[in-house]
């Protein structure tokens, strides 16, 4: 068995050029979304998948999000195994970036560079050179794999993952590996979950200079915000089962995966206050204001609560009226599950360390198989530049993340 591992990591090697030509050319086809068309990086997709005869078919109930699914079976019966990646990304102006610009997938400065580098076609064609090799050697393998490559995932939408977990029950599987943007020293086993909230405020203003008639929205928003994020801070919430003790040992990881002082905030309920808008003219008092939140909710916290809490604000403000948005349930799997382990050994042997099983403040499609009861393991690269300038992801980071999921879906599946 080690010796097929060899053979893969030896595989690798002498594919160097050709997978780092496959992932810059693939940053270089712009797949933005808005407004996520992502046919041109599906066909370049498809022929790879082609030249290496690995039989596949595109779902695309919206034809300009297609969704790419492979799937084979090994030898013998056993797990399923789901790889699963988006193609759109984020959008981008031109302004600010070096090496090209953000479609330019310069190999340059031991990186590849552009727009959804690391978010994440680095984790994508990950899947997909990870379904080209266990395919090579399916005759070792028990139960079955399956690669989904997807689209519309930035803004949440219903065309790509969404589509395929409700309506292709054949790609469920029994656990799915995924290469978001993590940092190498963490696998994500969870992720907080988004619930927006647009606030409407309507008061009968007045012309600017007569202020003692009262009445301001400009006035009645500031003090709503002020109110709503101490409220909102107050809410304590307890994690479920063995989350607090995974998240109590991953602290230090946590921080260096998202930024000191993210161990802070991933058992808490927040509340980004993301548009504030009031009044349109310097003299006179503003009747009407809006504000737009973002609240990210724990791990183990329910709707319910937060809404209630909102709920008593809102009877202190009788001039605000809330209106729901959106809203996806944080999500969670088994922090210490069979692909943790597996992920561990792989990089530790690969690259010394041992990564940690974290929570993740942003979302990704692994939440779907949660919801479902299924692990959604995430292992990926560094956010290097994410929805900023000069997104990039330094090739030694895009061979070891190939390198940690290739070994680690060998191992899930291999027959013994
Ligand atoms: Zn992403």
Same mark, same amino acid.
């Given at each position: 068995?080690?010796?097929?591992?060899?053979?893969?990591?030896?595989?690798?090697?002498?594919?160097?050029?050709?997978?780092?030509?496959?992932?810059?050319?693939?940053?270089?086809?712009?797949?933005?979304?808005?407004?996520?068309?992502?046919?041109?990086?599906?066909?370049?997709?498809?022929?790879?998948?082609?030249?290496?005869?690995?039989?596949?078919?595109?779902?695309?109930?919206?034809?300009?999000?297609?969704?790419?699914?492979?799937?084979?079976?090994?030898?013998?019966?056993?797990?399923?195994?789901?790889?699963?990646?988006?193609?759109?990304?984020? $959008? !981008?102006?031109?302004?600010?970036?070096?090496?090209?610009?953000?479609?330019? &997938? #310069? +190999?340059?400065?031991?990186? /590849?560079?552009?727009?959804?580098?690391?978010?994440?076609?680095?984790?994508?064609?990950?899947?997909?050179?990870?379904?080209?090799?266990?395919?090579?050697?399916?005759?070792?393998?028990?139960?079955?794999?399956?690669?989904?490559?997807?689209?519309?995932?930035?803004?949440?939408g219903p065309w790509g993952a969404?589509?395929?977990?409700?309506?292709?029950?054949?790609?469920?599987?029994?656990?799915?590996?995924?290469?978001?943007?993590?940092?190498?020293?963490?696998?994500?086993?969870?992720?907080?979950?988004?619930?927006?909230?647009?606030?409407?405020?309507?008061?009968?203003?007045?012309?600017?200079?007569?202020?003692?008639?009262?009445? $301001? !929205?400009?006035?009645?928003?500031?003090?709503?915000?002020?109110?709503?994020? &101490? #409220? +909102?801070?107050?809410?304590? /919430?307890?994690?479920?089962?063995?989350?607090?003790?995974?998240?109590?040992?991953?602290?230090?990881?946590?921080?260096?995966?998202?930024?000191?002082?993210?161990?802070?905030?991933?058992?808490?309920?927040?509340?980004?206050?993301?548009?504030?808008?009031?009044?349109?003219?310097?003299?006179?008092?503003?009747?009407?204001?809006?504000?737009?939140?973002?609240?990210?909710?724990?791990?183990?916290?329910?709707?319910?609560?937060?809404?209630?809490?909102?709920?008593?604000?809102?009877?202190?403000?009788?001039?605000?009226?809330?209106?729901?948005?959106?809203?996806?349930?944080?999500?969670?799997?088994?922090?210490?599950?069979?692909?943790?382990?597996?992920l561990q050994n792989n990089v530790?042997?690969?690259?010394?360390?041992?990564?940690?099983?974290?929570?993740?403040?942003?979302?990704?499609?692994?939440?779907?198989?949660?919801?479902?009861?299924?692990?959604?393991?995430?292992?990926?690269?560094?956010?290097?530049?994410?929805?900023?300038?000069?997104?990039?992801?330094?090739?030694?980071?895009?061979?070891?993340?190939?390198?940690?999921?290739?070994?680690?879906?060998?191992?899930y599946l291999k027959a013994e």
């Open positions: 068995m080690a010796d097929m591992k060899q053979q893969l990591l030896d595989w690798i090697e002498e594919d160097r050029t050709k997978l780092l030509g496959f992932f810059s050319e693939f940053v270089a086809t712009p797949t933005p979304n808005p407004p996520g068309d992502t046919r041109e990086a599906v066909k370049h997709i498809r022929r790879f998948l082609d030249e290496h005869q690995l039989a596949h078919r595109v779902i695309d109930p919206e034809p300009m999000f297609p969704n790419v699914v492979g799937t084979f079976d090994g030898a013998g019966d056993g797990k399923h195994l789901v790889l699963n990646g988006h193609i759109d990304c984020f $959008s !981008a102006t031109d302004e600010g970036w070096s090496h090209g610009g953000p479609w330019s &997938g #310069a +190999i340059e400065d031991g990186a /590849v560079w552009g727009r959804g580098s690391a978010d994440m076609k680095c984790g994508t064609s990950t899947s997909i050179f990870t379904f080209m090799y266990l395919n090579r050697i399916k005759e070792h393998l028990n139960g079955k794999l399956t690669l989904t490559c997807v689209s519309d995932e930035e803004v949440f969404r589509y395929l977990m409700n309506h292709h029950p054949e790609v469920h599987g029994d656990c799915c590996l995924n290469g978001e943007p993590s940092s190498p020293y963490s696998i994500r086993f969870g992720e907080k979950g988004p619930y927006w909230v647009t606030f409407h405020i309507k008061t009968k203003g007045a012309h600017g200079a007569y202020t003692h008639a009262g009445g $301001s !929205a400009s006035l009645v928003a500031m003090d709503f915000c002020q109110d709503l994020r &101490g #409220a +909102i801070d107050a809410i304590q /919430v307890e994690p479920p089962h063995n989350i607090g003790t995974a998240l109590a040992k991953a602290r230090d990881t946590l921080d260096r995966a998202m930024g000191e002082g993210a161990h802070t905030i991933i058992q808490k309920v927040t509340c980004n206050i993301g548009v504030l808008e009031a009044g349109d003219k310097v003299n006179v008092v503003p009747g009407t204001a809006r504000i737009e939140t973002d609240i990210r909710l724990p791990v183990g916290c329910e709707k319910e609560t937060v809404t209630s809490v909102i709920e008593s604000v809102l009877a202190r403000h009788p001039e605000v009226t809330m209106e729901e948005q959106n809203y996806m349930a944080p999500s969670w799997c088994d922090p210490y599950g069979e692909m943790v382990g597996i530790e042997a690969l690259a010394g360390f041992r990564p940690t099983p974290i929570v993740s403040l942003g979302g990704t499609d692994a939440r779907l198989w949660r919801y479902r009861g299924i692990g959604g393991y995430v292992y990926g690269p560094f956010p290097h530049g994410m929805g900023q300038r000069d997104e990039h992801v330094p090739v030694d980071d895009f061979f070891h993340v190939i390198k940690s999921h290739v070994l680690s879906a060998y191992d």
